[in-house]
């Protein structure tokens, strides 16, 4: 019992602030509970009804003709069948409404989290793992509201309100169906959570390490082929899948079991409402119809039961995924540090004897670089030097392990990451567009900007007449990616948006990427005059992939690190 009530008590942990996000939509979940509560009843007064009826006529036709109305039963016949009908629909639409509106809750304040996290933080999970809490994890968790909080409550308040039914009319069958029903449902729901626990919660790594391994085999398949690993790696992920299999096949086993049960249970619950029926009946306490309609009531209330074994037995997995996303929530990005005014004159930035390690290996070594204020320098190099990675020391996303980058008199490392961040407008290898229109991702720059400011940098990269062509102008939608943009459009509004940010300190990594030879010229002019008074550090494969520079320095890789060398 103690360790049943530590495993109670750590599952309300994992769950308490995902039942505080459930919490703000309360009003939806009960209406939501209601509904399903009313497709119970209607089910459960259906057959009973009918089984009344039915039987009720029967004994009316064979005795001494009397008078029956069949209108009133007909009529609630007819009213528990729409009845069903219309809260069932009701019921799934709205509550799948509701489950749709909380996932988007749980994404939203998950994803809002995750975005703020730094580089370094990061970097404790592979992109995958990051993914697989940001889907699976979260729709693990809607089990919460739909299979694990409000089915059960349901059963059970038509299990009691049945056996009070019952005990109208003979208090024996209300109390044999407590008797039998009760233990029913603890052992569909608290039974059926301990007993597939174990399996469950380990599912949830399983599921997640497999898929990892299978992003692994897609991405790395050809430097598998090339070390002969490709079978090695093979072995893992069957080894993965069979345990992931055995699990799955233990708690589908134990969800049977579980479903055999209920049926059995059910099916002696009912012969027990006959026996006792018949004895009443014998003895002129209750008549007939009235025990056939006890019979069946008592059959339907498995309607509200069938749900439980499949829901509780996941019930590990729903803690696991929340314990998960509750270490992910958790995690802070560095905000340690001395804060920095917005805006400002143009910086400097010194590379002081810089040197970064990747495990053993050092990617950076003895890194001396100077940006005077308002001094453009251009780094060249091949792709995998290290041009990256001075940027991302830059923006403190990692800090160096030897030596010290300087912004102006402040140690970059001794500064607030969002404080720095808001002084360097950052270009990224990658054009990160997002599915919404041209002006909101122009404007993920500088929110307050105007259309005029937008249709000005447009003007500026090259864009003006193409957004101008367009259906609907600045608020036509990008797609998911920027797919509806070719490659150098995207990175063309990319720009656009690091140049709205009107930063002192101008990083751009391979600005002119991706466009044509006369496209990469206007812009580079464009540029040219933008960069004048800022200081700006460019990174590129090549200096006519670049702006005009102040000076020019090539990276260069070997087996002690990358250096600087004049050009």
Known sequence: MRSLAIRLTDLYRSLRPWLAVLGARRGRLWLGAALMLATLVSALGLLSLSGWFITATAVAALSVPVFFDVFAPGSGVRAFAVARTASRYLERLYNHDTVLRLLADLRGGVFARLVRLDARTLSRARAAQWLNRLTADIDTLDNLYLRLLAPPLVALVAILGFALFAMLFLPAVGWLLLALLLPLWLALTLGCALWGWRASHRRVDRQEALRVRAVEQVEGLAELTAYAALETHLDHWRAEEQGLIADQRQLGQRTAAANALTTLVIQLAAVGVLGLGLAALSSGVL??????????????????????????????????????????????????????????????????????????????????????????????????????????????????????LRFDDHVVAELAPDSLRARIGYLTQRSELFHDTLAANLRMGDPTASDAQLWAVLEQVDLHDWAEALPQGLQT??????????????????????????????????????????????????????????????????????????????????????TLQKI
């Open 287 to 404: 008549s007939g119809a009235v025990m056939v309609m006890l019979t069946l009531g008592t059959l339907a209330v498995a309607e509200g039961l069938g749900g439980l074994p499949m829901a509780f037995t996941q019930l590990g997995a729903t803690q696991r995924a929340a314990e998960r996303l509750n270490a992910q929530t958790a995690l802070t990005p560095e905000q340690e540090g001395e804060s920095l005014q917005s805006g400002g004159a143009a910086p400097s930035l010194v590379y002081r004897d810089v040197g970064l390690r990747q495990g053993p290996r050092w990617v950076l070594r003895g890194i001396d670089l100077a940006l005077a204020p308002g001094q453009i320098v251009g780094v060249i190099g091949a792709s995998g030097s290290g041009k990256s990675t001075l940027a991302q020391l830059a923006v403190r996303a990692f800090d160096p392990d030897v030596g010290e």
């Open 477 to 562: 939608w990008v797609g998911e990616q920027g797919r509806q943009l070719s490659g150098g459009q995207a990175r063309r509004v990319a720009l656009a948006r690091v140049m709205l940010r009107n930063s002192p300190l101008v990083i751009l990594d391979e600005p002119l990427s991706g466009l044509d030879a006369a496209t990469a010229q206007v812009v580079r002019a464009a540029l040219s005059r933008w960069l004048a008074g800022r200081t700006a550090l460019l990174l590129a494969h090549e200096s006519a992939a670049l702006p005009g520079c102040d000076s020019s320095w090539r990276l260069v890789s070997d087996a002690g690190g990358a």
